[in-house]
């Protein structure tokens, strides 16, 4: 994921060495800020977690089973608090600290897209009433969200909420952002989506396994992309149920969400 112009989303010099960039401050209903609060714990575990299989495979590979008379053949007993250790040969540690991030980022990819669809789910909670619906919320809810294409999402969304949704609105705010996975270029953030849909499906329901018996690969330098993708595609939500139902937007900095 990439941009056509040099700062699409406004982003701001990081406070730290300046070098790099971060999301501007952003008007968010409370949903919008749960949202960003979500993305920024599954980022910080993402991180967090590679820089652990760091530090450990560098201890188990320089200090640890060296010294082990049977080298990476040695039996490892790995414990928690409480009990219920596992028992594993050596070189399996090695294995998992060097692979291991790959299992992590294609649940973290999944995390981020749920994280989204429950975005919706909220603001779907707290508008249904505003429109006289008390009833069966989470099932008219599952209504919309269980169309199979997005944009059949978005319509419904519109049909139900009447929050003025325009398709050629939603592909403007894109316009200087790029879209793609895997080399496939998306103009329209709704396909991408779909694109998206499709990904998760696999990983939930196929095990990863893309095709080929070839498993999905994440790679962890996209998700500061997809951060941007839902960034702009939430602002675009949270502005059309706020100009409808009048909700309260305030100005926040998405890393302190």
């Given at each position: 994921?990439?941009?056509?112009?040099?700062?699409?989303?406004?982003?701001?010099?990081?406070?730290?060495?300046?070098?790099?960039?971060?999301?501007?401050?952003?008007?968010?209903?409370?949903?919008?800020?749960?949202?960003?609060?979500?993305?920024?714990?599954?980022?910080s575990l993402l991180y967090v977690t590679k820089l652990s299989f760091d530090v450990c495979k560098k201890n188990y590979g320089e200090n640890i089973?060296?010294?082990r008379p049977t080298k990476e053949k040695t039996s490892m007993r790995l414990a928690?608090?409480?009990?219920?250790?596992?028992?594993?040969?050596?070189?399996?540690?090695?294995?998992?600290?060097?692979?291991?991030?790959d299992i992590l980022t294609r649940q973290a990819f999944?995390?981020?897209?749920?994280?989204?669809?429950?975005?919706?789910?909220?603001?779907?909670?707290?508008?249904?009433?505003?429109?006289?619906?008390?009833?069966?919320?989470?099932?008219?809810?599952?209504?919309?969200?269980?169309?199979?294409?997005?944009?059949?999402?978005?319509?419904?969304?519109?049909?139900?909420?009447?929050i003025g949704y325009k398709a050629n609105d939603l592909v403007c705010r894109f316009n200087n952002f790029e879209m793609d996975f895997e080399g496939k270029r998306h103009k329209n953030p709704l396909h991408f989506l779909d694109e998206l849909a499709q990904i998760r499906h696999r990983i939930v329901h196929a095990s990863s396994i893309l095709e080929n018996d070839k498993l999905i690969f994440i790679d962890m330098k996209i998700f500061h992309g997809f951060f941007g993708f839902f960034f702009l595609?939430?602002?675009?939500?949270d502005s059309l149920f706020t100009k409808k139902f009048g909700y309260d937007r305030k100005k926040i900095n998405p890393a302190e969400a």
């Open positions: 994921m990439s941009s056509k112009s040099d700062n699409p989303l406004n982003m701001i010099s990081d406070p730290f060495s300046g070098d790099t960039f971060v999301l501007p401050v952003t008007e968010c209903t409370s949903e919008r800020k749960l949202f960003f609060k979500r993305m920024n714990e599954i980022q089973i060296p010294k928690i608090n409480g009990g219920n250790p596992i028992f594993l040969p050596a070189f399996k540690i090695i294995e998992i600290t060097s692979n291991g991030i999944i995390m981020f897209y749920g994280s989204f669809e429950t975005y919706l789910y909220q603001l779907f909670e707290k508008s249904f009433p505003l429109i006289e619906v008390t009833e069966n919320i989470l099932d008219k809810s599952r209504d919309i969200l269980m169309l199979k294409k997005w944009d059949g999402k978005f319509c419904k969304m519109n049909e139900v909420f009447d595609l939430t602002d675009y939500i």
